[in-house]
Each structure stands twice: as structure tokens, then as C-alpha cells.
């Protein structure tokens, strides 16, 4: 990463203003979000979105073609280009056709994206912003920070002083008196101006209208007063029907504000009257800026079904501390990371990709179904192919993908008793690190790996086989987790076995965009997973679960190595979490608990791959609550603790205010425990606690239900 | 569906009255806009733009009443501080109104004044966009447009402000003498 990339992280997480805000926020918008959508049956809703938007997509010129004749028929000029500088051209050439010597702007995205008011005003065009947000970061010189609420890093301080300086009179702080300042500044140049731009958050081919959904009313009063009305419409804005305009709109405020509606939704169809009898001359332009090139590809084209709402941006536990200028582009957040990539260039996206921790809280609201993490893994992916691994990685995957080198080097790490301090590659090893960092305590690798304990479990003999699946961090720091999970199928009559040969599940090495290394780690677990006849391969780390059910078929997919697929299928098929198989023998009578325990409070974390891949949430609490606990719930207790693999090592300085987050929530609980059913969270947390001194015991679900198992 | 339109409307900062009979509702507004301010001057003008309200009623004596405009034009509406128009339907579940605004006129007394009186019949209310959406037509409407409490912004520190480039006061006066659908 770029140093001055690190240096912009390190501002944001340290402003204090921004943080704050964005953290309230963020807070108060899952709440809010929650109850806009109350009786509302969103999966349903967000289902017929992606159809209708990924419909679209599927034949974009064609649609395009139909908007463009089906508005013309109305009498409005539309332009199609694929080129932002012929963008700014037309328009431009519009303006001097007509004399154009102002301009009032309502919001538009696809503007910002091509820079549009710079060419205006270097032409000497005057460009107002209306919208509050964009008026703000106009005068202030800046670019928006997020796309619903552009200028939402900034404080009614900072506003005030733009503002004063503007008017030449010194303003108080007072919000609502500085939006009267707006509106009294702002009304004299709607009502001069000779050209209105807006943008559009629906076009539709059907009946060439475009739809404009607005809180201020800026945008009726821009699409009204000046004569001449130029759209600009980013060609993902187009669905084919009139009627897809009705869920989009059911969404759109829903996932942007928490609203029901906004104030104002505008349909346009064709050029209307102005006040002065003659008619609107009425522009759109539809723009493509590799659009198109998108929908062509088959990992984004679902980026294409996004309606700009921003709620990826309000639910990501990076935003809320980064803000939105950390990303250097228009558009920010996970999203914005995907179409920096596409409209700047790759590369532009190389360091802001990697502030995706994956923990997935996007994919849960997004109402166009983008599958934003696995589109940021692309573009790793792709970043990979084109530069190759840095030397540091290519040494620890080269590591990583020599499993008896890897395995002895854990074992040397552990026999050297002070784990990590020396030696070049172990420091770096996925998972592993040498220094203590700041507020964070890390495991010392166990003096007997799990490999070398399990040899002295004596199991009863069953048929009923289950291939036990540990993972780096339960094998070489966690083996008591282990132990744990073998007491508890043994209890239920099931027969442990451990795969000697099984390594790394190749997370580490795909969420770093090494395909190749993940793809070899994928065929080694699957040979060696498969050759015993088990009928459960476990596992007690979620990471490494998703690895096994979903990510070894699309990984080797992704690279084509076809012939793997029907084994990984197979092996997904077997694969299961230790809570979800626990749960299922408790409910079957195979397993209970000691009667009458009274364990007091404990508290859950659910973890990102348990949550939201594996859709596993209720079933370690049902089981904690049988075995004793009274399970009281933490705030935000599915927020991301920000282990994220490899990433608190590489963002150590957004990971640590993630941790603290999780501390604080964990600590108002008043619970003397918290339970969760990932080794990394548990690595997180742990360290976390271990520094911070108070006391709080940190546990893996197994761990406390082995110690209640009855008999 | 009133009583659900109503909470919806209020609950986004709307103002809501029913009258019965247009006499009653007009018994309610002109002493409204009296009450407010209105004067012929600028900044107290009221426009009201064409309306089926109107159709029946004596505008000779209305127009007796100083400020009271029927002559809408931008200057006018930019000076004016109510707007009064008439909304063709109410939808339940948002507390939207909605109308066919290709005219000029009732985009501009809707939007550049202050307080924005909407009439409307009793008998128009439909439950959600559904309903809605199968009685507008972009073919025959040009300028559909949708209008759910007053103007606002959460732009400066996300702090909820009402009245920015829009009216500050939206009040909705159902008339049930006016008709609809459902009578």
C-alpha cells in the first residue's frame, strides 16, 4: 500500500468529526432501515429489482435504442455516447447554441463522474450545485464523500464558515438558519438560470420517461424554470417496463434514507410547457463509460443491478471509520471501489480494494443483490494476474503451498518458545504475527499441536464417521477446541478422524488474490478429505467451512480446473459447521446437557462467515441457552470484530477501532463471558481482552458446551 | 384508508384536514391564508392555480380577497407565499399525493412558495404505488409528480430541516364533496 494511501487512513481514523458522525450514523441507519421496511417482504422485493435490472443489462444497446425512440417519439433529444468527453461536449455545445450563461444543477453522480462542472465553468459557463450536500463540497472545493449524502463528513462549523464567506456576513451555527442562507441564496439563480442538469435514478425505455427522486426540491424547480433540461443518465439507470419503475421506487428511499418515500419523485416523459408558453427543450444523454464493457462481464455485471441507494456504504464497518475520501474517487465505499475500478482505471483501485474486511454486511441490505466482497475479490484477483504477488506474499504462500514445510515451520515456532520473534517468514505467515500490536495480544503457538493430541484421545469405535476439518489456527494455537469438538461427537456416537495430510484451507491466499495458491490448497483438502468414508466433514472454524462448501468449486471453477468440480461438490456436500451438526444431534436426542445448570450470563459474537455465508445465527445461541447460559445479546453483535484474516496485520490501524468497538459492546453486556464459533474472532478478541485487562473470558462455543455435556 | 393516509401524511410533517362539502373546506382555507399573512404584496401573495375545485364557485367575489392570485406566472409564484392547486391522487401507505403537473403553473405554486395548500377528493385515496401506478399514464401525463410532506434536507450533520428549495408547510385539505373514484 502507498504510503500516502496509509497516511489518508490514518487522518480519517483520527478525525474525530468524522468517526463521530459516521459512527451515529451508521448506528442509527440500521434502526432506522429496519423499521422503513417493516411488513415488507424484502428479500421478495430486492429479488424482483436484480431481475429487472440485470434484464436490462443483459441487452443494454437494445434497451438504450428503445428508450432513445420512444423519447424522441415525445419530442425530447437524446444522445447516446460511450465517451465521457463527448459527454461534456454536447453539452456544451448545447450551452453555446443557446447562449447559455448559468447553470443550476440538481444531483447527479454521473456528472461528478465525468467532471462536468469543471468543463463548464473552465468554458466559462457559472455552475451552481443546488442540492445542499453538493452546494457544501462545491464551495468547499471537494469531492462528495457518499453518493446519497455527499457532504456528510462535514460539521455545521465548517459549513457555517463556507457559507459565511459566501454571503460576506458572519453566520451562526444553526442548521436549520443555514438552510434558510441555501435557499435564499440558491432561489435568485434557479430563477435566472438558462440551462438546468439533473441526472436521473430511473429511465425507462418503455415510455422514454425519466424519474427523479429528490428530498429538497431542487430538482422540480431545475427541471421547471430554466428552458432547456439536460438529463444525464448513466446507462445502468434503464429498465425496460413502466412498471419496474414500482419496487425500485418501494427501495430506492427505503435503503438510501429510512424513508418510506421522499419528498418528491418526478416522472418525466417528453418536453412540457414553460411558464412562458414555450415548449422545454428537453436533452438526455445517455452515457455508457463502460457500462456496457460491465454488463459484458460475467463477475460484474451484477454491478449493473446497483440503484445508487449508498447502503453498503451505511452498514460498512470501514466507512463509518474511513469516511469516504480515503477511497480518492467519486464514487466511495465497496461499491465505489468497484466503479473506480471499471470508469478510472484497475490500478486506481489497487489500494482502496484492500480496505474490504469481507465480513459481507453489504450483501445483507444491498437492494440490487450486488455481491459487492465477491466483486472486490475479483478485482484482487485480476490485480494479481496483472502485477503478481508481492515478494512478502509470494514467500508465504510458496510457504503456504508446501504443507510438511508449513506445518514444520508452526512446530519450530512453537519448540523456539517465543513464538514469532525471529525468523522472517513466520512473521508474516497468514494469521500469525510477530509483534504484539497496539491493543491486541496474539496466541502463542500451543506447545502440542492438535495433530499430536488427537493420537491420545481414546474414541469408542463407531460407523458413523466424521472427518474432522481444524484449520491452521485450532491445529497449532487452538487445539483445546479441538478436543472440545471430538468430546462432543463422541458423546453423540460419532467416531473422529483427522486427515494427517489436510492444510491450509487456502483462505489466506484468496482473500489476497493469489487463485492459483487457493486453487492448490482447494485440490490437496479435497484428495485427502475425501479418501476416508466419512459421512460429516466438520469443521470449528467458519472460515474454513466456507472455504469447504463454497469457495474450493468457485475458486477452481474460476480458474478452470473443471475436473476438480464433481470431488469439491461432493466434499461441499459433507461439509458442515460444528454448531449447525451439534444443534441437529442435540435435536435428534443424541446429545444433551447436565440438568439444571445455572451458568449465569454469557454474551454471543457471530461471526462474519457463520452469519452471513453460512446463515448460521440462532443455532450456538439455542445450544448455550440449553447447556446453562442465559444469553444476553450485545449491540451490534453480527458487527465485524476486525480480525478479517490477514487484514489486522495489513490495516492494523482501522482494525484496532473495529476491536475496541466490539470490546465496548461486549463489556455494557455486563456478561462475565462471550461465546463465537471462529477461532480468528476468538484470536481477535481474546488479544483484545488480554490487553485491555478486564476480565471478560473469551470462549469457542465447543469449549463451553463440551464442559455440560450430561454423562 | 383516510385515517392510514392521514398518519402516514402527519407522520412525514404534513398538515391534514377533511371537509365535507367544498363551502366548509373554503371556510377553512381563506381564513387560513388570512390568518398567515396573506396581503397584496410580495412575499403575502397567494396563488392558486387552476383546479376543479374551482369549477361552480364565484371567483369575482374570491378574488376580492387582497393577495389572492388566479393570474399564475413565475414572478408571481416567486413572490407568493401560499400555493394552492389540487392533487388528483392520495396514496395510503406513504402519505403521497400525486397529479399530472405538465401544466407549468401548477409545478410553480407547488413548489416555489412557502406553503403549499393541496385540495383533494376524499374519494381518490388508493391503498399503495399499485393501485396508483395502474391510473397514471406517462403516455397522456408528461410531468407525474409525487409530493410527500414538506421539502427537506439531513444534509448539514444529518439533522432533519424542513424547507429548502420547497415549501416549508405542506397542508392537505380532502374535500369529500369534491368525488373520486370511490363514491
Redesign the interface.
Known amino acids: 500500500m502507498k504510503k500516502e494511501f496509509k497516511a489518508s487512513i490514518t487522518r480519517a481514523v483520527n478525525d474525530a468529526n468524522l468517526t463521530g458522525?459516521l459512527g451515529?450514523?451508521s448506528e442509527?441507519y440500521k434502526v432506522n432501515r429496519a423499521k422503513a421496511y417493516e411488513g415488507i417482504d424484502f428479500e421478495a422485493l430486492r429479488s424482483r429489482i436484480a431481475e429487472i435490472k440485470s434484464g436490462a443489462a443483459c441487452d443494454l444497446d437494445a434497451v438504450a435504442e428503445t428508450f432513445k425512440k420512444n423519447a424522441e417519439a415525445?419530442g425530447a433529444k437524446v444522445y447516446r455516447t460511450r465517451d465521457p468527453q463527448e459527454v461534456k461536449d454536447y453539452i456544451l455545445q448545447v450551452a453555446k447554441d443557446n447562449g447559455v450563461k448559468t447553470v443550476v444543477k440538481s444531483k447527479s453522480m454521473a456528472t461528478e463522474e465525468i467532471h462536468l462542472n469543471r468543463h463548464l465553468m473552465e468554458n466559462g459557463i457559472s455552475v451552481a450545485e443546488?442540492?445542499?450536500?453538493e452546494w457544501?463540497i462545491q464551495l468547499a472545493g471537494q469531492t462528495p464523500s457518499h453518493m446519497v449524502?455527499?457532504?456528510?463528513h462535514?460539521?455545521?462549523e465548517e459549513?457555517s464558515d463556507l457559507f459565511s464567506k459566501e454571503v460576506d456576513e458572519r453566520l451562526s451555527t444553526d442548521?436549520?438558519r443555514?438552510?434558510?442562507v441555501?435557499?435564499n441564496e440558491?432561489?435568485p439563480r434557479?430563477?435566472a438560470a438558462d440551462m438546468g442538469i439533473s441526472g436521473a435514478n430511473i429511465a425507462?425505455a418503455e415510455?422514454?420517461?425519466i424519474v427523479l427522486v429528490t428530498?429538497?426540491?431542487?430538482a422540480?424547480?431545475v427541471?421547471?424554470?430554466p428552458r432547456i433540461h439536460i438529463a444525464l443518465v448513466g446507462v445502468e439507470k434503464l429498465v425496460e417496463k413502466?412498471?419496474a419503475?414500482?419496487p425500485i421506487?418501494?427501495a430506492l428511499p427505503r435503503s438510501a434514507?429510512a424513508?418510506?418515500?421522499?419528498?418528491?419523485?418526478?416522472?418525466?416523459?417528453?418536453?412540457?410547457?414553460?411558464?412562458?408558453g414555450t415548449l422545454k427543450d428537453l436533452h438526455i444523454i445517455l452515457m455508457d463509460n463502460r457500462r456496457t464493457e460491465m454488463a459484458r462481464d460475467p463477475k460484474f455485471k451484477q454491478a449493473l443491478q446497483c440503484i445508487r441507494c449508498g447502503s453498503c456504504l451505511n452498514v460498512c464497518p470501514i466507512f463509518r471509520l474511513v469516511g469516504g475520501h480515503v477511497f480518492g474517487g467519486i464514487y466511495t465505499g465497496g461499491i465505489g471501489t468497484i466503479l473506480t475500478a471499471w470508469f478510472d482505471e484497475l490500478q486506481k483501485s489497487e489500494d482502496i480494494q484492500g480496505l474490504c474486511i469481507q465480513c459481507g454486511n453489504c450483501t445483507q441490505v444491498c437492494p440490487g443483490k450486488l455481491d459487492i466482497p465477491e466483486m472486490i475479490l475479483e478485482i484482487r484477483r485480476r490485480l494479481v494476474l496483472e502485477k503478481g504477488q508481492s515478494l512478502v506474499q509470494k514467500a508465504i504462500f510458496g510457504v503456504v503451498n508446501n504443507r510438511k514445510l508449513f506445518h514444520g515451520m508452526l512446530r519450530a515456532a512453537s519448540v523456539a518458545g517465543r513464538p514469532f520473534t525471529s525468523g522472517k517468514f513466520i512473521r508474516h505467515l497468514p494469521l500469525f504475527l510477530s509483534d504484539l500490536t497496539e491493543g491486541r495480544s496474539l496466541p502463542a503457538i500451543a506447545a502440542e499441536p492438535f495433530r499430536d493430541s488427537f493420537r491420545k484421545i481414546e474414541q469408542p469405535k463407531s460407523r458413523e464417521k466424521a472427518a474432522f476439518y481444524a484449520g491452521c489456527l485450532i491445529d497449532f494455537a487452538y487445539p483445546e477446541t479441538g478436543v472440545a469438538l471430538v468430546k462432543l461427537l463422541n458423546q453423540a456416537g460419532i467416531e473422529v478422524t483427522f486427515p494427517e495430510a489436510q492444510t491450509c484451507c487456502g483462505a489466506p491466499a484468496l482473500y489476497n488474490g493469489a487463485y492459483d495458491v487457493a486453487a492448490q490448497n482447494a485440490v490437496e483438502n479435497i484428495r485427502v478429505l475425501l479418501q476416508e468414508d466419512v459421512k460429516y466433514v466438520v469443521s470449528a472454524c467458519p472460515t474454513c467451512t466456507v472455504a469447504l462448501a463454497h469457495e474450493f468449486g468457485r475458486t477452481l471453477e474460476t480458474l478452470g480446473r473443471t475436473e476438480w468440480l464433481p470431488k469439491a461438490k461432493e466434499l461441499a456436500e459433507k461439509s458442515v459447521d460444528l454448531a449447525t451438526l451439534v444443534k441437529q444431534l442435540v435435536d435428534e436426542g443424541r446429545l444433551s446437557f447436565k440438568e439444571g445448570a445455572q451458568l449465569g450470563k454469557i454474551t454471543y459474537h457471530d461471526s462474519c462467515h457463520l452469519k452471513r455465508t453460512l446463515k448460521v445465527s440462532e443455532q450456538p445461541r439455542e445450544l448455550l441457552q440449553k447447556a446453562g447460559y442465559q444469553v444476553t445479546e450485545m449491540f451490534e453483535c453480527d458487527m465485524c470484530c476486525g480480525m478479517g484474516g490477514s487484514y489486522s496485520m495489513k490495516l492494523p490501524e482501522i482494525s484496532a477501532p473495529i476491536l475496541q468497538s466490539k470490546l465496548r459492546n461486549i463489556k455494557e453486556t455486563g456478561a462475565p463471558v462471550v461465546a463465537m464459533d471462529c477461532p480468528g474472532c476468538v484470536m481477535q478478541i481474546r488479544g483484545g481482552f488480554d490487553q485491555d485487562g478486564s476480565g471478560v473470558r473469551v470462549k469457542h462455543t465447543a469449549e463451553l458446551l463440551a464442559d455440560q455435556l450430561k454423562g | 384508508m383516510y385515517e392510514q393516509f392521514r398518519a402516514k401524511a402527519v407522520g412525514v410533517g404534513a398538515e391534514v384536514y377533511r371537509f365535507e362539502t367544498k363551502r366548509e373546506a373554503l371556510d377553512f382555507v381563506l381564513p387560513f391564508l388570512e390568518k398567515e399573512g396573506l396581503a397584496d404584496a410580495p412575499g403575502s401573495y397567494a396563488v392558486w392555480a387552476d383546479s376543479p375545485f374551482l369549477d361552480g364557485l364565484d371567483l369575482k367575489a374570491l378574488q376580492q380577497l387582497p393577495g389572492l392570485r388566479f393570474d399564475v406566472s413565475r414572478q408571481l409564484s416567486s413572490q407568493a407565499k401560499f400555493g394552492i392547486s389540487q392533487m388528483e391522487w392520495a396514496v395510503a401507505d406513504t402519505g403521497s399525493l400525486v397529479q399530472d403537473q405538465s401544466a407549468a403553473e401548477q409545478r410553480l405554486v407547488s413548489s416555489l412558495t412557502e406553503i403549499h395548500i393541496a385540495l383533494i377528493a376524499t374519494g381518490n385515496i388508493v391503498a399503495g404505488k399499485a393501485p396508483l401506478f395502474a391510473r397514471i399514464n406517462p403516455k397522456t401525463s408528461r410531468y407525474i409528480a409525487f409530493i410527500t410532506g414538506p421539502s427537506r434536507t439531513a444534509d448539514i450533520e444529518r439533522v432533519l430541516t424542513i424547507g429548502v428549495h420547497g415549501p416549508q408547510r405542506l397542508i392537505i385539505v380532502f374535500v369529500d364533496e369534491l368525488g373520486g373514484e370511490r363514491l
Do not use: C
Open positions: 458522525a451515529k450514523f442509527a415525445l443546488t442540492d445542499l450536500g457544501i449524502m455527499p457532504a456528510i462535514m460539521t455545521k459549513v442548521i436549520p443555514l438552510v434558510k441555501a435557499r440558491l432561489r434557479f430563477l425507462v415510455t422514454g420517461s428530498n429538497e426540491g431542487n422540480r424547480l427541471t421547471t424554470l413502466f412498471d419503475v414500482v421506487l418501494d434514507t424513508q418510506l418515500l421522499t419528498s418528491y419523485v418526478s416522472i418525466i416523459s417528453g418536453p412540457t410547457p414553460n411558464d412562458d
